[in-house]
């Protein structure tokens, strides 16, 4: 008789040597965050294993004598009645097509494939409801995207945003929704409102978990620690999406800043630009300078880190700068994994 318990993997629990073989001989890695692991047990012996991070279900692993489906039911079953219990009810599958199937028998559904990976949901809401709430802000007619995290808000930012808005008869601006940034959503969200209010034609909305999200395109938040392998795999499926579903809102062109710093961003500029084809126009900006210095989030994270407000002036419009000066003490004793 088979049971589930959690596996505790900080390098000393009796399982983790198990575990870790059994991700390797599915494909996948141990080093990917994850919120919680599971494991499945035959007497004492680790035969699969499922993982999550927030609402991604994650880390699906079965040894091969027990793949069939019964195991994998128990696993995905206890799965989500441990989200429920945790009050999340919309979750998200990031797998390879050969999986596809198994998933979407148990009531999954597909947003997106390519020939590397698929995401799927299941739950409440889905991205059809989101799309229905995105157009309901929108007026009818052509419409420049703008994607970002803006962590925070910089005066590149708004330089991009100012030039969609002058090109264009209407902006919208997805704000990511992932909290894995040094300033929280809904910092970033209200202080990407506040540098665009005298921009009429201009929308603010979420990504919600559906575009550079850490269900589409985790390694995104990683950087410079990201494979790049992986990071293109995953901007893909990322731009497939924008393609394929934000394209039904009738947006016909993105615009994105040059980036020379950033491989992953750089990866991503390049896979949108082969991705959308001549079905939407990539327009790649000049990145504003400050100086000879390219202005960048992560440069006023660092002069947050130093406290250098003069250096910060420079760098954010008045009203991310007020913020930061009324935050300073909290923001530098916050995580520094973002810098």
Same mark, same amino acid.
């Given at each position: 008789?088979?049971?589930?318990?959690?596996?505790y993997h900080?390098?000393?629990d009796l399982?983790?040597?198990?575990?870790?073989?059994l991700?390797?001989?599915?494909?996948?890695?141990?080093?990917?965050?994850v919120?919680r692991?599971?494991?499945l047990?035959?007497n004492?012996?680790?035969?699969?294993?499922?993982?999550?991070?927030?609402?991604?279900?994650?880390?699906?692993?079965i040894?091969?004598d027990?793949?069939?489906?019964?195991?994998?039911n128990?696993l995905?079953?206890?799965?989500?009645?441990?989200?429920?219990?945790?009050?999340i009810?919309?979750?998200?599958?990031?797998?390879?097509?050969?999986?596809?199937a198994a998933?979407e028998h148990l009531?999954?559904?597909?947003i997106?494939?390519?020939?590397g990976?698929?995401?799927l949901?299941?739950?409440?809401?889905?991205?059809?409801?989101y799309?229905?709430r995105?157009k309901a802000?929108?007026?009818p007619?052509?419409?420049?995207?703008?994607v970002?995290n803006?962590?925070?808000?910089?005066l590149?930012?708004?330089?991009l945003?100012?030039?969609?808005?002058?090109?264009?008869?209407?902006v #919208?601006?997805?704000?990511?929704?992932?909290?894995?940034?040094?300033f929280t959503y809904?910092?970033?969200?209200? #202080?990407v409102?506040?540098?665009?209010?005298?921009?009429?034609?201009?929308?603010?909305?979420?990504?919600?978990?559906?575009?550079?999200s850490a269900?589409?395109?985790?390694?995104?938040f990683l950087?410079?620690r990201?494979?790049?392998?992986?990071?293109?795999?995953?901007?893909?499926l990322?731009?497939?999406?924008f393609k394929?579903y934000? !394209?039904?809102?009738?947006?016909?062109?993105?615009?994105v800043?040059?980036?020379?710093?950033?491989?992953v961003?750089?990866?991503?500029?390049?896979?949108?630009?082969a991705?959308?084809?001549?079905?939407?126009?990539?327009?790649i900006?000049?990145? !504003?300078?400050n100086?000879?210095e390219?202005?960048?989030a992560?440069?006023?994270? !660092?002069?947050?880190q130093?406290?250098? #407000?003069t250096?910060?002036?420079?760098l954010v419009?008045?009203?991310?700068?007020?913020?930061?000066q009324?935050?300073?003490t909290?923001l530098?004793?916050r995580?520094?994994?973002?810098?």
């Amino acid at each position: 008789m088979t049971t589930i318990r959690e596996i505790y993997h900080d390098g000393f629990d009796l399982y983790e040597p198990a575990w870790q073989s059994l991700l390797q001989t599915a494909g996948l890695t141990s080093d990917d965050p994850v919120t919680r692991t599971f494991g499945l047990f035959d007497n004492d012996q680790l035969v699969g294993t499922v993982g999550h991070l927030g609402p991604i279900i994650k880390q699906v692993a079965i040894l091969s004598d027990y793949q069939g489906g019964a195991a994998f039911n128990e696993l995905l079953s206890y799965m989500m009645n441990y989200l429920a219990e945790q009050q999340i009810f919309h979750y998200f599958v990031y797998t390879t097509p050969t999986h596809r199937a198994a998933f979407e028998h148990l009531g999954f559904s597909l947003i997106a494939q390519t020939d590397g990976v698929v995401l799927l949901e299941q739950g409440l809401g889905n991205f059809e409801r989101y799309l229905q709430r995105l157009k309901a802000k929108l007026h009818p007619g052509p419409t420049a995207a703008i994607v970002m995290n803006a962590n925070p808000f910089t005066l590149g930012h708004q330089f991009l945003i100012q030039q969609a808005a002058q090109e264009n008869q209407q902006v #919208l601006v997805l704000v990511v929704a992932t909290e894995a940034s040094l300033f929280t959503y809904q910092e970033r969200l209200a #202080l990407v409102q506040a540098g665009t209010r005298v921009l009429t034609n201009v929308t603010i909305a979420s990504t919600e978990n559906y575009l550079v999200s850490a269900a589409t395109f985790p390694t995104y938040f990683l950087k410079e620690r990201a494979p790049l392998k992986v990071a293109a795999v995953q901007a893909r499926l990322d731009a497939t999406i924008f393609k394929h579903y934000i !394209q039904a809102l009738n947006i016909n062109k993105r615009y994105v800043g040059e980036e020379p710093e950033s491989p992953v961003t750089q990866i991503y500029n390049t896979t949108m630009q082969a991705t959308f084809g001549t079905e939407i126009q990539l327009i790649i900006k000049p990145r !504003q300078r400050n100086g000879t210095e390219i202005i960048s989030a992560s440069k006023v994270r !660092q002069a947050i880190q130093a406290g250098d #407000l003069t250096k910060l002036q420079t760098l954010v419009p008045p009203s991310t700068a007020h913020y930061i000066q009324a935050h300073l003490t909290d923001l530098q004793h916050r995580r520094e994994d973002f810098q």
